[in-house]
């Protein structure tokens, strides 16, 4: 005999859903008439339960109340929670009486990932969960935002990046004054001056400032790389570092600069290159105050301070405190110049050396003097220029304390010291 507390008296005429109770029909009947009495006052998006709205909520304040008791993460919401713990069920993390020791009862029912992906091996415990990784195999996106066109592979992306559309935003840097929507975009981008790495891999030790970046890495130690290269069969772990590499094949660049139209293949580049027009620069130097555009600017910086030079040349031992001044530096053993001017044939070891030399063929010289107008094709000339203005003379004789305005006067001079010290056989 049915239990008199199942039964299901209440019917939706519409869709003939019952319920047991009163007040869950009426739940129901908000889905057909579209109300939504819950809203958010931060960004005014309107919910069905204000469960949900709660949820939402968290959103905007970066608060993650429940946490994985095995490895300490945190999650805004109870059922992310019960899908993370199944990452763990591979660990043993039962005692010799059965009893888990390590997971809440609660979440105890994550036991078994009977959903396997046929493409890469992966499993998973439930079948929604499936469908969304063979998302990052097919590339699909169902999910797409009205406002911008952008496409996602889960709802719940599209749903963060809906708040990047409200003209709200909240959460402010106190360091650089670049403001977010959300609190949780704010906290990330903090990491930028501050260089924390929260995110570790317990293979390697490895440190990451996002979780997403941690995943990634975490395929690395795995080895499956399922995504060819058609052209050179480069495999890759993810689907995304393959269609970045197929950019060097094809030179494709989707990712324009609005302001001045340049192009780039990959957005962290753009990224770095509007900083060139906004003059942002929130990489900065703790011992002097320089403050940099790019936090590799900042890394080789730091060099000049420490007197670290890690690139060493392996013909002659000298070292260099970057990658690119080593490969100038062996192109003076080799003799290499690869940049060739196409109007005369003339060859140089560096772009830079070409683009000054160019110079001569157009009559440009954009480097001028603000005291008397002459104007340069290098900057190096216009520096040493202003030394006849301001009368410096940064180049001293360690002998005799002569000071001169340039290098090469310097070690004129020094010949003639040279030349006056008597020869080892006139001494005898």
Known sequence: MEKRGRVKRHSCQICQASFT???????????HSGEKPFSCEICG???????????????????KPFSCDVCAFSFSQKSTLKTHMRTHISETLYSSDGVCRSFPPSLMDVKEKPHSCQTCGSSFAVISALKRHMQTHSGEKPHHC????????????????????SSEKLHSCEVCGSSFSVKSALIRHVRIHTGEKPHSCKTCGAAFAEVSYLKRHMLTHSGVKPFFCELCQSSFSDKSAMIKHMRRHTGEKPYCCELCGSAFSYSSVLKNHMRTHTGEKPFSCEICGSSFSLNSSMVKHMRTHTGEKPYCCELCGSSFIDKSGMIKHVRTHTGEKP???????SSFSQSSSLQIHMRRHTGEKPFSCQECGSSFKAKSHLKMHLRTHTGEKPYNCDLCGS?????????????AHTKDKPQFSEMR
Do not use: P, V, W
């Open 146 to 165: 009205e406002a911008c066109g952008s496409s996602f592979s889960d709802i719940s992306n599209l749903r963060k990046h809906l708040i990047t559309h």
């Open 45 to 63: 998006t309107a919910f069905l339960r204000k469960s949900t709205l709660n949820s939402h909520i968290r959103t905007h304040t970066g608060e």
């Open 21 to 31: 109770r009163n007040a869950y029909l009426k739940r129901h009947l908000q889905t």
């Open 403 to 415: 000071s001169f305005s340039q290098s090469s006067t310097l070690k004129k001079h020094m010949a």
């Open 339 to 345: 940049y060739s001017c196409e109007l005369c044939g």
